[in-house]
Nanobody, 127 residues
Framework: QLQLVESGGGLVESGGSLRLSCTVSGVTVDRYAMGWFRQAPGKEREGISC????????FYEESVKGRFTITSENAMNTLYLQMTNLEPEDTALYYC????????????????????WGRGTQVTVSS
């Protein structure tokens, strides 16, 4: 059974950096579309970055472009999100998800299609 476990969240000052990790067990990472999502209190879960399985393209939500980088390490079955220049608006619970079968392309940013989720890791950015 597929399991996702996120780690790496924490409290950081504005302008700081964090690296989130998502360890996947039960399947190999390269079989699915994989993505990072976040949910702030009172808001819907939003896709911020993902890797599609058609041509392994990377996608980013507009507000994180140039600041966040998604990578995967298939040998260790791990998905990463390097976050730099963090802002208070980035404060949220961050989730990784796996989508099978994936819709393809930038649809990997769409939370509604995802089948598997971790429990999340909290990121808090102070001003």
């Amino acid at each position: 059974q597929l399991q996702l476990v996120e780690s790496g969240g924490g409290l950081v000052e504005s302008g700081g950096s964090l690296r989130l990790s998502c360890t996947v067990s039960g399947v190999t990472v390269d079989r699915y579309a994989m993505g990072w999502f976040r949910q702030a209190p009172g808001k819907e879960r939003e896709g911020i970055s993902c890797i599609s399985r058609d041509e392994s393209r990377l996608f980013y939500e507009e507000s994180v472009k140039g600041r966040f980088t998604i990578t995967s390490e298939n040998a260790m079955n791990t998905l990463y999100l390097q976050m730099t220049n963090l802002e208070p608006e980035d404060t949220a619970l961050y989730y990784c998800g796996a989508d099978d079968p994936p819709l393809g392309g930038s649809y990997c940013l769409m939370a509604y299609d995802y089948d598997y989720w971790g429990r999340g890791t909290q990121v808090t950015v102070s001003s």
